[in-house]
Each structure stands twice: as C-alpha cells, then as structure tokens.
C-alpha cells in the first residue's frame, strides 16, 4: 500500500487484510453478475435480480482523484443510507484517524488513487465488521462505494484447507507486518490463540489448530494445519 496513508491507518488495513480478502470472495461467488441498479432513499441495491440493503461509504471523483464519504455530501447528510459511514467517522474520531474523520481526501499524491480509494472502502469494511463492499461506476466521472448490511450475504469461515492461501493473501496485499495480518484474521473470527516469539497459534471451530511460524524479518515461514479430523485407515 502506498505509503501516503499515514502509518497508522496501514497498521489498521494490514490487520483487516486476510479476513477482508476472504470474505469479499465469499461475498462476491454470492453476487450474481449483471446490471445493477441502487435507490439511495431506499438503502436498496440490485444487481441481476438480487436486492440487499446496503449503506453509502463515500464517493470517488475519478477525474480528481478525490474521496468524498457520504456523510458530508450535502445531499445525503441526515439520512439513513449513510449511516455506516457515520460509524466510521466516529472510529475515526475516535482514534485519530483523518483517513476516516476528515469529510474530503485528496488521493492524487497516491501512485495509484484508485487503489487508494478502494484501499479507505476495504479498511471502512473491516472496522464495520461488514460482510464485503462494493465500487460502482456512478457516473462517468464517479465511482460510488457501498457496503452491504443485509443477513442474506453469508459469511466466511476459517477452514482448513484453504487458510494457509488466505493468510499468505492477506500479507502479500500490502506487505509489512505478517504477525499484524495474522493477528487480525484470528481476531476477526474470535478464535482463541497462543502468542510465542516465534509464532501464533490457534484454535479452529472444528476442533483442529493452526501454527503459523515466523522468520527474523516478520513473514510468514509455515502455517501449519492440523485439520482436527480423525486420520482415516
């Protein structure tokens, strides 16, 4: 991640990073393809006949290349669709994060705005606990970003055989901290670990365990999975 985001709001991305990877994949197999349509009075978006109930983060100018979250687009302000951008605001109040209190962000100093702005939508995404996000072409000058608030989406589970590929995902996204990514994911899933010089370990809902080692430099050097299923003859 570029490193005009300040230090740490990255800390903050870095521990969203492999759960926020694992569960927009989960979101996005649900997601039928297709035309979409969105009705901000109504906090409904509809996609290939699929509707959900959705809040508006914020807004990207693409020929700015500036952030706007919704809750200070004077159209919108007070009303119930940016309601989860306000949550985020008060995090990032909170915590000291501009990245999330201040209304306007100008990302053109980024190597890459859009990655920027799909950067504040993934990390928004994470501190809500939402189950995945959306960018929209709005306009021909605009992308809209949304998060979905809906019981209809399902929601990840840490499984066996796919964890080492989520955990070293996670890492790769942004680079930095490996025991930062790891850390979260188990956090996200509120799994009970074991915290070593070494390494972290884990506990998985089926009764199994993970070990995820660390070399000198803070990556990932194994992650080791006992499955907790019974060995078969």
Known sequence: MTAMFSEPFQHLTARHAAWGAEQLETFNEFLPTGDWTADLARCTYRQAGRELRISLLGTFDTNERSWLWSWANPGLQGTPVVAAAEQVRQYGQTHGLAEFA????????????????????????????????LG?????????????????????????????????????????????????YFAH???????????????????GTVDVLFDELDRIASVDVNSGEPATA
């Open 102 to 133: 201040d209304a306007f962000l100008d990302l053109s100093g980024h190597d890459d705005p859009r990655r920027a702005a799909e950067t504040l939508a993934f990390t928004a995404m994470g501190v809500l606990g939402a189950p995945g996000y």
């Open 189 to 207: 899933h509120d799994l009970p670990l074991r915290r070593a010089a070494d390494r972290i370990s884990a506990g998985l809902p089926n009764g």
């Open 136 to 184: 929209v072409q709005a306009n021909p000058d605009a992308r809209a970003y949304l998060v979905p608030d809906d019981p209809q989406v399902p929601w990840a589970e840490p499984n066996a055989i796919t964890l080492p590929r989520v955990l070293l995902t996670g890492v790769q996204l942004l680079g930095g901290s490996a025991r930062r990514v790891v850390e979260g």
